[in-house]
Structure formats: structure tokens, C-alpha cells
């Protein structure tokens, strides 16, 4: 009997484990997965003892965009590891983005740069990370071509509210010249006097809507 259990003790210990779990600390998340197996570590992990991050920028193009440009929340915490916040090797099903508030809803927004204010404030995240306001040069980097995302939206009001404008763009694209964010109407920041009809006489205080009675 001891023998008998000898024999297979020494079995056990003697079966090799796959090459890929000697190799690789787990499978990589879904959004990853063309890199996962023994022969693709150098991709991400180079050959030279390179740094993660520049061969991660050298995949991620769009980041890199921002980064160059100082813009973004990636340019503002470019100094951190990428995966610091993004780990890996945590399984196909594993999120590869980590929100240190919690959730995508409670993301302070100052932190890329651009914070939310007035109307802004109460938007839902998809209302504004949609598909068709994917307007900037770093979403055609993207490999996220075509859906929604975190990146590749600019800041400028036209860039989302093209089709809102009344005036259709005779006024230009500085929107912020006569309107708020807080609310678009009315336009306190209007000066009458810089427009094709300045006020004089009585009609200094004349309301708006007494002459402008057509809807904008």
C-alpha cells in the first residue's frame, strides 16, 4: 500500500504544469485578448527592459495624442504606471479600468482638465461620451472607431451642439461670447452695442423679448 501511494505522490509531482502558467501570471481581460499566450509577452513587455508605458502609448495612439498635447486626464497623470490603473492578467471577464470614485457617475471631471458646470453638471455620462460627438483627431486614432467612448471629445459647444444653433454658426463658434453655461437662455453676456444695431434712446430700456417676439 505504501508503495502503491509512492508511486503516485511521485506521479504528481512529476506532471509539468502548462507552459502558459509558468509564463503568465493569469489570461488578460477580453480587450486584450489578441495578446494573450507565451509568444506575446514582448508586446507589451518588451525585450530591452523598456518602460510599460511607452510601448502601451505605442499601441494606444489616441492617449499618446492627448499626452503630446497636454490634454486629458492621461497628460495630467501621465507619470503613473498605465497599469496602475489599468492591471491585467486578471481574467477575460476582469474591467480594465479602475474608477477610484467608485463609479463612471461620481468621476471628478476637473481631473481631464474640462470641469463640469451649470447644465453640464447633471448630464448623464452617455449623453455626452456618445459615438457622434467623437469629434476630435484622437478618436480616429482610436481602435474604438464608430461606438462610444472616453475619449475623443473636444470642448468647444459646436462640437456637440452644431445642429442646437439657431444661429447657424453666422454668430461663430464662441458660444461662451454671450451664453452661459449655467443656462442658455437668456444670453446675459450679449453687448447689443458690438451687433449691426446698437441700442440707443429708449430702446436701452426696451426687454429683449419686446422686439425679438419670433422664437429663437
Not at 509558468?22 to 518602460?51: F, M, N, V, Y
Request: aromatic letters at 6%; a positive charge.
Amino acid at each position: 500500500m505504501r508503495v502503491a501511494l509512492l508511486i503516485v505522490a511521485v506521479a504528481l509531482v512529476a506532471v509539468p504544469a502548462p507552459a502558459g502558467s509558468q509564463i503568465s501570471p493569469g489570461p488578460l481581460a477580453r480587450a486584450h485578448r489578441d495578446l494573450d499566450g507565451p509568444t506575446q509577452c514582448a508586446k507589451c513587455h518588451g525585450l530591452r527592459r523598456e518602460p510599460m508605458n511607452v510601448l502601451c502609448l505605442d499601441c494606444h495612439k489616441e492617449i499618446a495624442w492627448g499626452i503630446e498635447r497636454s490634454r486629458g486626464l492621461h497628460a495630467r497623470e501621465q507619470r503613473k504606471p498605465c497599469a496602475g490603473c489599468h492591471p491585467d492578467h486578471a481574467g477575460v471577464n476582469f474591467a480594465l479600468i479602475a474608477w477610484s470614485e467608485g463609479s463612471t457617475s461620481n468621476f471628478d471631471h476637473s481631473r481631464a482638465s474640462w470641469s463640469l458646470e451649470g447644465k453640464h453638471a447633471g448630464a448623464k455620462c452617455e449623453s455626452c461620451h456618445a459615438a457622434r460627438f467623437r469629434v476630435s483627431p484622437a478618436a480616429a486614432l482610436s481602435r474604438r472607431k464608430g461606438s462610444a467612448g472616453w475619449l475623443g471629445l473636444e470642448t468647444t459647444c459646436a462640437s456637440c451642439h452644431r445642429t442646437d444653433d439657431v444661429h447657424q454658426n453666422a454668430l461663430g463658434a464662441k458660444c461662451e461670447s454671450c451664453h452661459y453655461v449655467r443656462g442658455w437662455k437668456p444670453a446675459p453676456k450679449f453687448d447689443h452695442a458690438s451687433s449691426e444695431y446698437p441700442l440707443t434712446g429708449k430702446h436701452t430700456d426696451v426687454a429683449c423679448d419686446k422686439c425679438h417676439l419670433a422664437p429663437w
